[in-house]
C-alpha cells in the first residue's frame, strides 16, 4: 500500500484513522527511553563475574607486578595481547586507556591542538580548520570537533562507507581539512560496513594537509549478530600506501563489559604511539590497571571474548529481529519511509518522508516513548532533509521493545501523512 501515491480524500480518512490508534498509546502512559545505546540490565548482568573475579587477592600481573601501585604508563601486557588479538594491531603499538574510548578520542584531538605532529605547527595556530563528517554518524564525534571550533562538513554515506569522491575532492584541495571521523564496522547509526576499497582509498588519497589524521573508531568490532564481518587492516593499508602515520584506532570494551568501567585502547604508528606517550608521561600515572587485570583474569584471551559477544548476540538478535520484521510489516511499502537491516552493531536507522523526523520523535515523545533527538546524527544536529532517526534496540525488555516500536512505526506514518496533506 505506497501510501505517498494516495488522494487527498484517502490520506484524510486515513489520518483520521491513525491519529485514533495514536490516541490508544498516549492513553497507556507509557515511559519508554530508546534514545541511547545501551547494553539491557540482562546483558550486564551476564558480566557481573569480572566484579569477582579478583577476590583472590592476587593482584599481580604475570610478571609480578602489583596493579595496586604505580607503574606501566601505557597499559599491562596481557590487556594489550587480548586487544592485539582482537584487532590484529601488535602489541607495541597499542596504548591501553580507561573505560572510554572518547576521552582518548579528545586527548588525540587535543594533543593535535596544543603540539601539533611531525613538526607541523598545532592546529591552534593553523587558522580556521575543518573535518569530514560521514553522516548519518555519531553525535559524540561531532560534539567533539564543534567544541573546538572545527568547521564540520557532512559527507553522504554509500553502502560501502563515506562517499569516497566527495572526500578525496574536499581533502586534496583544502590543507584546513585536517581529518574524517569514521565508524568503519557496522556504522552508527545505518550499520554499513567499511568495503576494501574504501580502506585502501583512505589510506592512500592525496591531502592538501600534511597532518591529516583519520579518526577510525572501531567501536563495534565484534559486535556481530547476525553474520561476522572483516574490516580490511587500516593501519596496514596507510603503511603501505605510504601514510603510516595517518590514523589513529580506537577500541574498547564499553559495550563487551561494562560501559562505565571498561577499558579501551589507542592504536597508531610507532612515531605517532611515541608522540602520545611522550605526553602521557606529564598528563598521567597511567589508566587503571586493577580494572585491566580484572578483564584479563575474567578472560584470559581473545577467543573467550569473542564467544562472550556471541553469547550476547543470542541477547540481542530477538530484539532487532522485532524492530526489523516490525519495521518491514509496517512501513515496507508505504513510500513513508526507508531502513536499513545491519548484521552487528547497536542501531537501526530509519529515513523518513523528508521534513518528518522532528515530527515523528514530537509525536514518540508525547506517547511516552523518547529516541534519540533528529538531526543528532548530523553535524550541528542539523539534518538538512530533516528524514533521518536513529532506533537504539538494546535497552528496553522485548515486551517494552514491541510496544515502543510499534508506536514508532505509528508515528512515522501519521507525521508522513500529515505532510502529504500539507503539500
Same mark, same amino acid.
Given at each position: 500500500m505506497k501510501i505517498t501515491e494516495f488522494g487527498r480524500e484517502e490520506l484524510a480518512v486515513l489520518e483520521k484513522e491513525l491519529r485514533a490508534e495514536y490516541e490508544k498509546f498516549a492513553a497507556m502512559g507509557l515511559k519508554l527511553d530508546m534514545s541511547r545505546g545501551k547494553p539491557s540490565p540482562e546483558q550486564l548482568d551476564k558480566i557481573n563475574g569480572l566484579l569477582e573475579v579478583l577476590d583472590g587477592g592476587d593482584y599481580k600481573t604475570e610478571a609480578g607486578v602489583d596493579t595496586r601501585n604505580y607503574g606501566i604508563l601505557d597499559g599491562i601486557p596481557e590487556m594489550k595481547k587480548i586487544f592485539s588479538d582482537l584487532t590484529g594491531i601488535p602489541c607495541d603499538q597499542i596504548v591501553v586507556g580507561g573505560n572510554s574510548s572518547l576521552n582518548l578520542m579528545f586527548d588525540a584531538m587535543m594533543r593535535?591542538?596544543?603540539?601539533?605532529?611531525?613538526?607541523?605547527?598545532?592546529?591552534?595556530?593553523?587558522?580556521?580548520?575543518?573535518?569530514?563528517c560521514p553522516s548519518p554518524g555519531y553525535d559524540r564525534h561531532?560534539?567533539?570537533?564543534?567544541?573546538?571550533?572545527?568547521?564540520?562538513?557532512?559527507v553522504p554515506m554509500t553502502e560501502n562507507g563515506p562517499d569516497m569522491?566527495?572526500?578525496?575532492?574536499?581533502?586534496?584541495?583544502?590543507?584546513?581539512?585536517?581529518?574524517?571521523?569514521?565508524?568503519?564496522?557496522?556504522?552508527?547509526?545505518q550499520g554499513i560496513c567499511y568495503s576494501d576499497e574504501t580502506v585502501d582509498r583512505l589510506a592512500s588519497m592525496k591531502t592538501a594537509a600534511e597532518d591529516f589524521r583519520i579518526f577510525w573508531d572501531n567501536a563495534y568490532g565484534v559486535h556481530h549478530i547476525y553474520e561476522e564481518r572483516k574490516l580490511k587492516d587500516i593501519l596496514s593499508a596507510c603503511k603501505e600506501a605510504g601514510n603510516e602515520n595517518r590514523v589513529f584506532?580506537?577500541?574498547?570494551?564499553?559495550?563487551? =563489559?561494562?560501559? +562505565? &568501567?571498561g577499558v579501551s585502547m589507542i592504536a597508531s604508528s610507532p612515531a605517532n604511539v611515541a608522540e602520545i606517550r611522550k605526553a602521557m608521561t606529564i598528563q598521567t600515572i597511567g589508566s587503571d590497571k586493577v580494572n585491566q587485570l580484572r578483564h584479563v583474569r575474567y578472560f584470559g584471551n581473545a577467543e573467550n571474548v569473542k564467544k562472550h559477544m556471541a553469547a550476547m548476540a543470542e541477547t540481542l538478535r530477538p530484539k532487532f529481529d522485532m524492530v526489523l520484521d516490525t519495521l518491514k510489516e509496517e512501513l515496507d511499502g508505504t513510500g513513508l519511509a526507508f531502513f536499513n537491516s545491519p548484521k552487528g552493531g547497536y542501531f537501526?536507522?530509519?529515513?523518513?518522508?523528508?521534513?518528518?523526523?522532528?515530527?515523528?520523535?514530537?509525536?514518540?515523545?508525547?506517547?511516552?516513548?523518547?529516541? =534519540?533527538?533528529? +538531526? &543528532?546524527?548530523y553535524p550541528y544536529k542539523k539534518d538538512p532533509e530533516d528524514k533521518n532517526i536513529r532506533i537504539a534496540p538494546t535497552y528496553p525488555s522485548l515486551e517494552e521493545l514491541d510496544k515502543a516500536i510499534h508506536l514508532f512505526c505509528l508515528c512515522v506514518k501519521l507525521a508522513g501523512v500529515e505532510k502529504l496533506l500539507e503539500k
Open positions: 593535535l591542538m596544543v603540539f601539533g605532529t611531525e613538526g607541523n605547527a598545532p592546529w591552534k595556530e593553523q587558522g580556521k580548520l575543518k573535518w569530514l561531532f560534539g567533539v570537533t564543534e567544541l573546538l571550533g572545527f568547521e564540520m562538513i557532512p569522491a566527495v572526500v578525496e575532492e574536499l581533502a586534496a584541495k583544502d590543507p584546513a581539512v585536517k581529518g574524517i571521523w569514521c565508524v568503519p564496522l557496522y556504522s552508527n547509526p584506532y580506537f577500541f574498547s570494551t564499553s559495550k563487551i =563489559t561494562f560501559p +562505565g &568501567a537501526v536507522s530509519v529515513d523518513t518522508l523528508p521534513g518528518c523526523a522532528k515530527r515523528t520523535v514530537a509525536l514518540a515523545k508525547e506517547a511516552g516513548v523518547v529516541m =534519540t533527538g533528529a +538531526g &543528532a546524527t
